[in-house]
């Protein structure tokens, strides 16, 4: 493709989340970069088309939550490696998270993230900082000079504030400037240490567990501080299906409040720990088959918002660990999509609702153009088959790190095209 022209690509099975449909078409992308028009009939002509062969054309993801190890842990990750596997996996834009070394909790880290960002990544880049200064829950950060400096939204990711007062001001000053506050619902006591979900199989395997009831706690705690403070809140992993039932009643209660949860908890549950499978401890743990099947059916019916990767590097050394001890996360920029279209295949959900959760939503929540297939909105897309068999090799992976779950496992869905802006990143049509 060469840029400064206009192009059409056509005999696209075109993947539409805001009309939540799926039919054969073309896409025309303007000489700017951004989407011109889509149809059905007859497509109009362009400097240069290209045909798809019914291959799925969709907006690019948009993946809220991703860790990047600069600065500080780039042996883990850093913005190119991270670009580079999120553009093969049909990421076009990364919202990185605020829990780096040192923690982005000041404009000059995060100006420093955002240069690093635009030089080394493929893909579009937006950050996150931090709600307290350090992640340390004591004291809240220059909230309107980050935002200034760029920030999306302001988050301690996993660890939470435990001093109620502390983040009540923070949500409360957080609305007086409209910034989103993402926070990761669970009661910290009662979570502290746990390798896995409680039950008979963490009794059987010998591990701290930690109850589901923890996840309500925290999500509770979280909206009674709503009601008070009437703050923008995304729950960052909502993974239980007694969590469900409280989420939907602040919606309804007329709430700002939005949820997302991570492909591994959609996909896994905990009987994949098997023997003590390190690459399989995120946090939180992955629970039972019935929260996981009751997570997918909020994901379809829209109570749940966004998917997101929680894409956490580690290296080998923290993982060749007891379970116990091992570090939690895996990697999941480049398994994102793949991981998904099991649901797709299984019939749990359809490719429209898929990407309104992996693509409209989290976009509407930024408030970013991309996302969609609509006239004006920046052409960020992917072309991927989503039927296309493999077997994952992790030493195959983009990223630095190599601790996927999924290694070995056997997949379906390949991303042939990223295009950021109109431009390929990844691939060729």
């Not at 398994?335 to 099991?342: D, S, V």
């Given at each position: 493709m060469t840029p400064a022209q206009t192009t059409l690509l056509i005999n696209a099975r075109l993947i539409d989340p805001e009309a939540q449909t799926d039919h054969t078409g073309w896409l025309l992308i303007t000489a700017e970069g951004t989407i011109a028009e889509t149809g059905t009939g007859a497509p109009p002509k362009a400097d240069q088309a290209f045909d798809l062969d019914g291959k799925c054309l969709a907006p690019g993801i948009i993946d809220i939550g991703v860790k990047v190890g600069e600065p500080g842990e780039r042996h883990k990750e850093s913005f190119r490696s991270a670009g580079m596997a999120a553009a093969a996996g049909g990421v076009t834009t990364m919202v990185t998270r605020a829990d780096t070394t040192p923690v982005i909790d000041s404009p000059e880290v995060l100006e420093f993230a955002t240069r690093r960002a635009n030089e080394a990544a493929p893909v579009r880049v937006f950050s996150m900082a931090a709600l307290t200064k350090g992640r340390a829950?004591?004291?809240?950060?220059?909230?309107?000079?980050?935002?200034?400096?760029g920030a999306v939204a302001f988050s301690d990711g996993d660890r939470v504030t435990t001093n109620t007062k502390i983040f009540s001001r923070a949500l409360?000053?957080?609305?007086?400037?409209?910034?989103?506050?993402?926070?990761?619902?669970?009661?910290?006591?009662?979570?502290?240490?746990?390798?896995?979900?409680?039950?008979?199989?963490?009794?059987l395997r010998g591990l701290p567990a930690v109850s589901p009831m923890a996840e309500r706690m925290g999500l509770d705690r979280d909206i009674a501080l709503l009601e008070m403070t009437r703050a923008r809140y995304h729950a960052d992993q909502i993974t239980t299906r007694r969590a469900l039932p409280a989420l939907e009643r602040a919606k309804n209660n007329g709430l700002d409040i939005t949820a997302g949860t991570s492909i591994h908890h959609l996909t896994l549950n905990e009987l994949d720990v098997a023997d003590y499978r390190t690459f399989f401890k995120v946090k939180p743990p992955l629970r039972e088959e019935e929260d996981r099947l009751a997570t997918v059916e909020a994901v379809g019916s829209?109570?749940?918002d966004i998917i997101s990767s929680m894409h956490t590097?580690?290296?080998?050394?923290?993982?060749?660990?007891?379970?116990?001890?091992?570090a939690s996360g895996a990697v999941a920029l480049e398994?994102?999509?793949?991981?998904?279209?099991?649901?797709y295949h299984d019939g749990s959900l359809s490719l429209p609702q898929l990407f309104r959760a992996m693509a409209l939503n989290p976009a509407k929540r930024l408030g970013l153009a991309s996302g969609r297939l609509a006239k004006g909105a920046p052409a960020d897309l992917i072309v991927f088959d989503p039927d296309a068999p493999f077997i994952l090799d992790r030493f195959a992976l983009h990223s630095k790190s190599k601790n996927t779950p999924f290694d070995g496992a056997k997949m379906q869905g390949r991303v042939r095209a990223t295009l950021v802006g109109g431009m390929p990143v990844f691939g060729a049509l």
């Open positions: 829950g004591q004291e809240m950060t220059e909230i309107g000079f980050l935002m200034d400096a409360t000053y957080a609305r007086s400037l409209g910034a989103l506050v993402i926070a990761h619902p669970q009661e910290p006591i009662l979570s502290k240490g746990a390798a896995v979900t409680s039950g008979k199989f963490a009794s829209g109570l749940i590097p580690q290296d080998e050394e923290s993982k060749r660990l007891p379970f116990e001890e091992a398994t994102f999509l793949p991981a998904a279209l099991r649901l």
